[in-house]
């Protein structure tokens, strides 16, 4: 048998993980860096406090804001003439780390140095480095980052604020000219931000340039506010109530000409507008294109809430005992339940499938920002990986941080146990640096532009031939015809069936050509508007928006397959490789059983072996439930990182208290006779009367 024989057949006791090399493997390319971070992290004047009041809270975000340039914990990503290292995957992956001490602290200083500082070093000049990057670095200067509005948050191009030139003065005047263009939701803007970047429609000689991004002074010496500058504070959140979010508007503020960030579109004393890049609208996604950093961050930091929340539960479900199912003198682990396992162990698979695509990102996002491959179709995919990622992960860390929650009882909705307050502090993560939905759009935009792209210069003979495989392809699976052959190769053989899903090529097969399906399902329906007027073309697309979303969510579970398959390869010791080819099994399977409608009625999977699917998932959980501990372990997270009670092993001495208390007393003469015992007794001795 060989290591990834069928879970009905093949040993179960065979396999181990070796922790060590499975941590190095998920630690990945920049494993010291997320050490030292982690080292940092282990004091605890960064950890969270709960029931902190609102304010206290946002001093105490401040102070530990302060203690990270104190240990030299935010300068990775900022050119060494500054005092950076250059070296923009390091700063992701370090940065990631901070949730594991505070949300709210990793979005602050996200605001601060990630957002409020790349916005200077990505879109300004190497001026505006030289005069405002140092005390962005050291926090001399708090900032924040001022795009979102009342009336457009995703849609930053519509964004009501205006910068107007007057080339007499030489300046820009700023302003709000309507409530809805109020700039909200602005970390550090409440309290602590004395300048920001400010994202408004550039208007010169009478022309909308579109939306550019302007370096402005918010407060003066005295932390009040500058005249013309409105401030006012967005109150207590649902979540991340150390991060100081509020709202500014406009009152015609002058700023000096120098102050537009103008590496992509700048203005002469005499107001005439230039560029290097003609188009408006590449101008504005390349400007955009620049702060992507953002959403990657994000969506590391949502698969480190998602590690933490798996360690507390599985750790709890591994020492937690309840009901006598299999012996009268000792109650059942949870996690030796199936239910319990089929809560936990999938979405453990997804979390370290997110991990393997978190690395692929981080990688992308290097090459690109390192300058190793900046070109424009890199670009392109960095900011599709990311809008893919990011979305998948802050759902899947909601969705295990309140299963983990639910799994634990009680004690999971404990506030020392962490899990309520993560939820609630990631909450807006699926809000914030784009709406899920709306990235998702993002996706399947450039899917079908793929697919369009793909036949641009084709001629009508290889196009005609295309379709009429693809269609002779939907009509065999549509019609049953592979479908009726399925069922005769299965039937009368459950594991032939079940280990038909286990094939690497089947589970590719599968989640592939789902997508390539979806695809050409939507496509097929746009393309006969394409050439209609934009309302009608817009009407087409609304009237199909969910299945674009669908589309997008399907291509993101393939790319988390595939990064979890290449994953594999790069792991030597035998025992872990087996383990981590049955999570992926189960990531793909699980995957596949959650869209099961879908591939029925397309024809791609048979009924006979659709009935085998959750059985065969069912067992191979099973099969890594004994090793669920070993892998939440490798996660690397040390005490001082997880810090929850539930993962303290204070369960499991509570347990072991408890059944040697129960083995005295048998053992003793003072045990109490049970009332079920002695009313057997009495039943027996009145029968032999």
Not at 97 to 116: C, H, M, N, R, Y
Not at 127 to 135: D, N, R, V
Not at 262 to 271: F, K, L, P, T
Not at 377 to 392: D, P, S
Request: aromatic letters at 8%; a negative charge; hydrophobic letters at 40%.
């Amino acid at each position: 048998m060989g290591a990834h024989d069928d879970a009905t057949t093949g040993p179960i006791d065979t396999a181990a993980v070796d922790k060590s090399h499975l941590e190095e493997l998920m630690l990945g390319r920049w494993a010291e860096t997320r050490r030292t971070a982690r080292a940092v992290l282990r004091d605890p004047m960064f950890h969270k406090v709960e029931n902190l009041t609102k304010e206290d809270q946002r001093e105490r975000t401040l102070k530990q804001s302060h203690a990270l340039v104190e240990a030299n914990a935010v300068h990775r990503a900022f050119p060494e003439e500054f005092g950076g290292d250059n070296d923009h995957g390091a700063n992701i992956a370090a940065f990631e780390e901070l949730v594991t001490a505070d949300p709210s602290l990793q979005i602050k200083s996200g605001v601060q140095w990630g957002l409020f500082g790349a916005a200077v070093l990505h879109l300004g000049s190497y001026e505006h480095q030289k005069q405002w990057l140092p005390g962005i670095m050291d926090l001399s200067v708090p900032g924040a980052y001022a795009m979102t509005e009342f009336g457009h948050g995703s849609d930053v191009a519509a964004l009501g604020t205006t910068a107007t030139y007057d080339a007499a003065a030489q300046e820009f005047v700023i302003n709000t000219p309507f409530e809805a263009a109020t700039k909200r939701y602005l970390g550090n803007a409440a309290l602590h931000a004395t300048a920001a970047v400010v994202f408004a429609q550039l208007i010169t000689h009478g022309v909308n340039h579109g939306v550019h991004c302007f370096y402005m002074e918010i407060r003066d010496a005295d932390g009040n506010p500058r005249p013309g500058v409105t401030i006012n504070d967005d109150g207590h959140k649902g979540g991340l109530n150390g991060v100081d979010n509020g709202q500014l508007s406009f009152d015609h503020v002058r700023i000096p000409r120098f102050n537009l960030l103008n590496r992509y579109g700048d203005v002469a004393e005499d107001g005439t507008y230039t560029s290097s890049i003609t188009s408006p609208g590449r101008r504005f996604f390349t400007m955009l294109g620049t702060l992507v950093q953002g959403r990657v961050s994000l969506s590391g930091a949502a698969i480190a809430a998602s590690k933490l929340a798996l360690i507390g539960a599985v750790t709890y479900g591994n020492e937690r005992r309840q009901f006598n199912a299999t012996s009268t003198t000792e109650e059942e682990v949870l996690l030796d339940y199936q239910l319990h396992q089929r809560r936990l162990i999938p979405r453990l698979a997804k979390t370290v499938a997110l991990g393997f695509a978190q690395e692929k990102l981080l990688g992308k996002l290097d090459e690109v920002f390192s300058g190793k491959d900046d070109s424009d179709e890199n670009r392109q995919e960095l900011e599709t990986l990311a809008a893919a990622v990011k979305a998948v992960a802050t759902w899947h860390s909601l969705d295990t941080l309140q299963e983990a929650r639910e799994a634990c009882g009680g004690a999971g909705f404990i506030s020392e146990n962490r899990f309520t307050s993560l939820r609630a502090d990631l909450d807006v993560y699926a809000t914030f640096e784009g709406d899920n939905n709306v990235l998702l759009q993002l996706v399947a935009k450039r899917l079908l532009a793929d697919y369009a792209a793909e036949f641009k210069n084709a001629d009508v003979g290889a196009l005609a031939s295309y379709v009429a495989n693809q269609a002779g392809d939907r009509v065999m699976h549509r019609f049953g015809l592979r479908r009726a052959l399925q069922g005769v190769r299965d039937t009368g053989d459950e594991r032939r069936s079940a280990n038909w899903f286990k094939q690497t090529e089947v589970q590719r097969e599968l989640l592939a050509g789902r997508v390539r399906q979806m695809v050409v399902d939507v496509a097929g329906e746009l393309r006969p508007v394409a050439k209609l007027p934009a309302e009608k073309q817009a009407k087409a697309f609304n009237e199909h928006q969910f299945e674009i979303i669908n589309t997008a969510k399907a291509h993101t579970d393939l790319l988390l397959w595939e990064a979890f398959t290449d994953g594999l390869e790069s792991i030597q010791d035998q025992g872990t490789r087996q383990v981590m080819t049955w999570l992926r099994d189960i990531y793909a399977l699980t995957t596949i059983e959650e869209t099961l409608d879908w591939y029925l009625v397309n024809g791609r999977i048979s009924a006979q072996r659709a009935r085998t699917l959750s059985p065969y998932i069912n067992r191979l959980v099973a099969r890594v439930r004994p090793h669920a501990q070993d892998v939440v372990d490798s996660f690397g997270y040390e005490p001082e990182h997880i810090r929850m009670e539930v993962a303290s092993g204070a369960e499991s001495r509570r347990q072991e208290q408890a059944m040697e208390h129960y083995r005295k007393l048998r053992a003793s003469s003072e045990a109490p006779l049970d009332e079920k015992t002695l009313l057997e007794r009495e039943r027996a001795a009145a029968s032999r009367r």
